[in-house]
């Protein structure tokens, strides 16, 4: 399976933050906020990962991510040169998939919880069709929102919905299979001219191929997308951190972990940030401390 990151659009919610900076740049706590769904990739086993963003903002993420080999990862990188939906990404990045299944992460998103590993390893084993998932919200008229059976079956998908026939939205991570690049490549702008990853859905619900997997309690599901929600996703991974002493969504971490890379290569990578509590943190773990 393959992977997709998608760092696009202007982020304008982060106005005046986002002027000239990427939003997917900006520190959650300690870390670029492309590192917590970069994590979610890696958490899942994919290896060969596609960052799509714009043509000013691509060359940062070659700075920061670089090819990927410093953690056992195969970063891609591909322009987006103007905000023409989520869906297009299947579209830009047809080549990379290739015969391959896809796993898309939207930049922005931030996930937590005991047994998320396992859950993405398992989407990951995704065959014939598509996984979703579900995490249930309060106020789900402001999101995508998603029918299921007691079987994980999707029954009906709304977007945005007035008169929501569920209250559980569907979070920016997505499993396909390899027909979503034809999917994708036949669908049709919306109303706001854009390729809408709502449509991909209900493409595969209409084929009876989309399954739902439930986020429910004791996950934490966070969009960093406005100041108030950027602000309180990074009190939430300080807080977290602190008590438990371990980091959330360290790739470096991660790709020792994986078996991606040895023990000595993450020695060095602690090495050069050992001044300060992030690379201190790659060393304990190297050592076994963590």
């Not at 209900?202 to 191929?209: D, F, H, N, P, S």
């Amino acid at each position: 399976m393959k992977g997709i990151l998608l760092a696009g659009g202007h982020g304008t919610r982060l106005y005046p933050l986002t002027f000239s900076l990427s939003k997917q740049i900006l520190p959650v706590f300690d870390k670029p906020m492309i590192y917590y769904p970069l994590s979610m990739l890696m958490l899942a086993g994919i290896r060969d990962v596609l960052v799509i963003s714009t043509p000013a903002a691509l060359p940062l993420f070659q700075q920061l991510l670089k090819d990927g080999s410093q953690w056992g990862m195969n970063f891609s990188y591909v322009e987006q040169p103007e905000p023409k939906g989520i869906a297009e990404c299947f579209v830009l990045g047809k080549d990379f998939i290739g015969d391959d299944s896809v796993c898309l992460l939207l930049g922005d998103n931030i996930f937590y919880g005991h047994g998320l590993p396992e859950k993405l390893m398992a989407a990951a084993q995704t065959g014939t069709g598509a996984l979703v998932f579900a995490h249930p919200v309060s106020d789900p008229e402001r999101y995508g929102v998603v029918e299921f059976d007691e079987t994980g079956k999707a029954l009906g998908i709304q977007e945005k919905p007035t008169n929501p026939r569920s209250h559980y939205a569907v979070p920016g991570v997505y499993f396909y299979d390899n027909q979503v690049v034809e999917i994708a490549a036949n669908m049709k702008p919306s109303a706001r001219g854009e390729l809408e990853i709502t449509d991909v859905n209900l493409a595969y619900l209409a084929k009876g191929e989309l399954r739902v997997d439930i986020l429910g309690r004791g996950f934490a599901w966070l969009d960093a997308g406005t100041h108030e929600s950027l602000l309180q996703a990074a009190n939430f991974v300080q807080a977290l951190q602190e008590r438990q002493g371990m980091m959330i969504s360290c790739p470096e971490e991660i790709a020792f972990r994986r078996g991606f890379i040895s023990r000595d290569e993450l020695r060095a990578l602690g090495q050069q940030m050992a001044g300060n509590h992030y690379g201190t943190y790659l060393l304990r773990v190297a050592d076994g401390k963590v």
